[in-house]
Every structure is written in structure tokens, then in C-alpha cells.
């Protein structure tokens, strides 16, 4: 499928468009994210609203290649790219991955064409996080900005403070465990991280479909320490534990095999009440791994650039921020990308 050019793009940045497929870098020929197989594919980072299989050539990190490797099967060709490297691509045009701060390996891609600089940050989130290099403000003449958490209701809290909830639950509650739902690549991992710089060193049990992403992560040097799955273990012995499992399996068949569990769930959408009682959650804990409304606002001043283009999220209140400081900007209405349970 050739690239659908659509009315009233800018003339100058008229090389980088949007398209069925997702964003067409038309002189290279390459797709960014592209939601089906296409011969060239750069993408940002791993999950599966991003990264797709079947490209006959992908440039992405090391860690986002061996994530699309675990759930799709090695590539035609795969092309790492560090942080800080610049790959010339064909048509003129230069491509430096660049960290995003999101999951491990995500990446910004700052594209340099004609003399003009767009990055498209794919996902991203500016809080620290043990488990991935954080974001880098790139100066550009176009940033692509998400907008997943664009709202000014959407603050999220330091992650400490949630940590801090989940600990005092399990302290509460020890013939019981506490089964967190969270995302397999990314939230996962954070929250054990954050949970071992807590101080929290007993193991923590996973449902097994968690484990070989955790696995990859300390392939990667990230220490998650003593981890066990859950199957097997006799359930009076999860009493008093940590449990993690994809938030599909939170009130599945599956989690009554357990010790009569505290059910919690770690997304930036447990602010959204509504959203913890359809989940039937009991411990809703506001984790994000995108940025909020405040870290989107702040990205948009810091890297200054002449103009913004929103996507994949809640485009419209960023749109209307950015015109109230005549800023800019265009909301450009792709599809294909998920909420995820972030």
C-alpha cells in the first residue's frame, strides 16, 4: 500500500506524513511504528501497539529487537541502533535514537532531512525509572508528541508514594497476598525495581505469562532479584507475598488458586475511579509509565520547537493548550495505537 498524502500537511515538513500504516518518511521509504509488515520499519520501542512482526528490515535498539524477537521471531533483518547513534538512511535522511524513558530500550527518533529536525518521541515519561535510560529533550523543529495521559486531571503521584501503599497493604493484610496486575514489559519490572529500592527483598511471585520478559530485563543488567512463579507453590505459602500477574488474569479462574488476595492494579487509569470498579479493584495504584499532563505540557516548553504534532491520545486538550500560548501545533488523528493497560 503506497502512502496516503493527507490535505493541508505543512509544505516544509511535507517528507514526514502520516498514513495507514503509520508515520511515512516518504524519501526513505520507511515507516515509523507501522501497524502492518512493511519492508522498512523504525520503531521506538517494544510493545506490541508499536512493535509489530513480519518487516523485512527493523532499526531499533538492542533491547526492542530482542522483545520483538521473544514475541514475533527474529526479522528479515534487524539493524540495532544505540543511544547516540546516527544511521543514514536512504533519500538523505539521518536517524539518532535517542532514550525516551518509557520501557527498556524505548527511543525517541530524531529524523534530520532538507536541514529540518523532527523527533518523534513515541512513548515516553520523564519520572526516573531503575529500569530504562531517561528521556532526553532533543531540540527539533517538530516534536511528535504522544498524548495518552493529556489531561489536567491526570497528575500522577510520586511513585514512591504508591509503593508505600502497596507495602502497607501487604503489612495489613499477611494471611492474604496482594495480586498487582500490571502490563508484562515495562510496568512490570518498574514496579519489582521500585519495590527492591523500597527494601522490599522477599521474593516476588509472577504468573507465568510475566516471566520470560523478566527474564530479558536482566538479560539487560536490570537486577529484579529473587523472583518465583507462582505455579507449583502451595497456597498458604503466597500468604504474606507479592503476586504479579497481567491485569487480564486479576479476577480470572486463575487467581483462586491464591491466599484470598488484596487485588491492586499499578496504571497511570487507576486515577479514573470508574476504571478501578469495572477491574474490581481494591488497591488502585497510580503508576504510569507515560507522561502525565504536566511532564507533556513541560517537554512541549523545554524543547521549544516551531511546531508540535499530537497523536495517539487525548489530542484535542493538548491542541487547545498549545494555542492559548500561540504555540503551533496539529493533532494528527492516527489510529492503531492502544491505551494499553500502561
Known sequence: MGPVILRGMAAPFSWLRPDPLGLYVA?????????????????????????????????ATAATLA???????????SVPV?????VALSGDVRATYVPA?????SAQILLEHAGERVVVTGDYKRRPDPTCAPFEPVTCDVLVTEATFALPVFRHPPIGEEIGRLLGALAEHPDRCVLVGAYALGKAQRLIAELRAAGHAEPIYLHGAME???????????????????????????AGQIVLCPPSAL???????LPDPVTAMASGWMRVRQRARQRNVELPLIVSD?????????????VDPAESWITHGREEALLRWCELRQRKARALAMVGYEDEDD
Not at 82 to 86: A, F, H, I
Not at 251 to 257: T, V
Open 82 to 86: 544505540s543511544y547516540g547513534e546516527t
Open 251 to 257: 479476577n480470572d479462574r486463575w487467581s483462586r488458586r
Open 27 to 59: 524519501p526513505a521509504r520507511a515507516w515509523i511504528d507501522p501497524a502492518q509488515p512493511v519492508d522498512l520499519a523504525l520503531v521506538t520501542h517494544g510493545h506490541a501497539d508499536h512493535a509489530r512482526g513480519g518487516h523485512g528490515t527493523v532499526f
Open 101 to 105: 524513558g518509557h520501557v527498556l530500550g
Open 212 to 238: 520470560r520478559m523478566c527474564r530479558l530485563y536482566e538479560e539487560f543488567g536490570v537486577d529484579l532479584g529473587e523472583l518465583r512463579l507462582v505455579a507449583g507453590m502451595p497456597k498458604n505459602a503466597l
Open 290 to 302: 507515560h507522561a502525565d499532563w504536566d511532564e507533556l505540557t513541560r517537554t512541549i516548553e523545554e
Open 67 to 77: 522483545m520483538m524477537d521473544l514475541r514475533y521471531g527474529p526479522a528479515g533483518t
